[in-house]
């Protein structure tokens, strides 16, 4: 059972343009909800984390936007360059000792064309 | 600051054999988790270590396990290897054991079970 629900799989988009991921949970137990970016034979790194007490955090280019009663989050990738191109996953994991038993999405597979 | 270190990062194994893994952690780092990634189950958490002790566990049968030592460096293993178990293995280490601490990946040793 998939804990969180990534979408789309996969997305294309123009340089210059938004590229917006987006993701749904289900258990009201999640309160930290991190977004990954890993490229070809790396491991995930940390873009942007949220916690369900803001409906908004933006670093740099990078926004998500948090909606608590909807239980979704989103990924907004402003002026996306080609070097953006990766997968992305969103991540979900409870408080407390339960912090770092992350939950993640499927994975977006983003390309920037240029 | 170095990174997360995997070894090895290639690994070739026959069914039924057993394969240990080891994942040194960030200098500081005290909480080592492990996740296994595969194309059609994504990314799923195996188990968290902080302190030598494990902490949290994820839905994986007892064929895999793993111990963390003093130095905070950690090891995983996998017994009675299955076709299934192919994947690629991350570690990820953060500071301390509790609340939204960033988890750091390593880059994953890549097991392929013929």
């Known amino acids: 059972q998939q804990q969180v629900k990534q979408s789309p799989q996969s997305l294309i988009v123009q340089k210059g343009g938004i590229s917006i991921i987006n993701c749904a949970y289900e258990?009201?137990?999640?309160?930290?909800f991190p977004w990954y970016q890993q490229f070809p034979g790396k491991g995930p790194a940390l873009l942007i984390a949220?916690?369900?007490?803001?409906s908004e955090k933006k670093e740099g280019r990078f926004t998500i936007s948090f909606n608590k009663s909807a239980k979704q989050f989103s990924l907004h990738i402003m002026d996306s360059q080609p070097g953006d191109s990766a997968t992305y996953f969103c991540?979900?994991?409870?408080?407390?000792?339960?912090?770092?038993?992350?939950?993640f999405g499927t994975g977006t597979r983003l390309t920037v064309i240029p | 600051k170095a990174g997360v270190t995997q070894t090895p990062r290639y690994l070739i194994k026959t069914r039924g054999q057993q394969v240990t893994l080891s994942c040194s952690p960030i200098?500081?780092?005290?909480?080592v988790s492990w996740y296994q990634q595969t194309p059609g189950q994504g990314l799923q958490f195996l188990f968290e270590?902080?302190?030598?002790?494990?902490?949290n566990k994820g839905n994986f049968p007892g064929r895999f396990s793993g111990r963390q030592f003093s130095n905070s460096r950690s090891e995983m293993n996998v017994s009675t290897l299955e076709l299934g178990d192919s994947a690629l293995y991350l570690c990820?280490?953060?500071?301390?054991?509790?609340?939204?601490?960033?988890?750091?990946f390593g880059p994953g040793t890549r097991l392929t079970v013929l």
């Open positions: 990820a280490s953060s500071r301390a054991g509790v609340s939204y601490n960033e988890q750091f």
């Open positions: 258990n009201t137990a999640f309160d930290y």
């Open positions: 949220i916690r369900p007490d803001v």
């Open positions: 991540a979900a994991s409870r408080g407390g000792t339960g912090a770092n038993n992350l939950f």
């Open positions: 200098s500081g780092h005290r909480s």
């Open positions: 270590y902080f302190s030598e002790t494990q902490r």
